[in-house]
């Protein structure tokens, strides 16, 4: 389930990239843009978007002990399953747009190339939990990480587990995001963030225009 939404069903949008990237301004700012405009808005993440969601977060972020690649790849799926079952889903069926910070991509960068598990087994196993779904738009914000390193180092906030890792690891998983983004140009969206957030947002706010302009299309037809 992907490309231009069809009746009756609303539209669903991912914010990918690395950490510091700006993902949750964003994401904030196109939430506000759409709100005004009269569409109803479920904002969320990965993991974390639901009670459960949030165990799972705390588990694969904060866990300090050592977490087994595949057992945190499990993880992740078992959080996204019950996600899209209890919320993304339900929210597309009313018709809402649902903004998501984080998915199945982000799976595929992080633990397919950064624990090195396999892009396509990762992927295999987020579509399989997730019964298919998949965005109508995923934004990829790309910043080298070194310079995002630098805005994270500039939060004063501790580092996660996958925040802490090496550069190494995080080239791996930047390399892949742009390469998940090439195979798949229609869905992805790639901005440098290194940019004015304002005009990140322009960007973002015209790709989705679009694609609102093409789903209030289908539906006049349909009637």
């Known amino acids: 389930m992907t490309g231009v939404p069809g009746p009756g069903r609303g539209v669903f949008v ?3 990239g690395g950490d510091g990237v700006g993902k949750t301004t964003q994401a904030a700012l196109l939430q506000e843009w759409l709100t005004a405009r009269g569409h109803t808005v479920v904002r969320t993440r990965e993991p974390g978007g639901t009670e459960v969601g ?3 977060r705390d588990i694969v972020l904060h866990h300090r002990g050592e977490i087994a ?3 945190e790849a499990l993880l992740y799926a078992a959080d996204r399953a019950h996600h899209v079952e209890h919320l993304v889903r339900p929210a597309l069926e009313r018709g809402d747009v649902v903004i998501q910070d984080r998915y199945l991509d982000s799976s595929v ?16 196993l987020s579509v399989w939990a997730t019964e298919g779904l998949l965005p109508d738009l995923t934004v990829l914000l790309d910043l080298d990480p070194a310079r995002a390193r630098e805005r994270l180092d500039a939060d004063e906030k501790p580092f ?3 925040e802490s890792e090496r550069g190494a690891f995080h080239d791996s998983v930047r390399a892949e995001f742009l390469a998940l983004a090439e195979a798949e140009p229609d869905r992805f969206l790639v901005l440098d963030a290194s ?7 322009t960007d973002i706010q015209g790709r989705l225009q679009a694609l609102l302009e093409a789903d209030a299309g289908v539906v006049r037809a349909a009637d």
């Open 14 to 16: 991912t914010f990918e």
């Open 54 to 56: 949030v165990l799972i």
């Open 69 to 71: 690649p595949r057992a």
């Open 109 to 124: 960068a992080y633990q397919g190339a950064g624990r090195v598990l396999g892009r396509e087994e990762v992927r295999d």
């Open 160 to 162: 996660d587990r996958l």
């Open 195 to 201: 940019r004015v957030p304002a005009d990140l947002a």
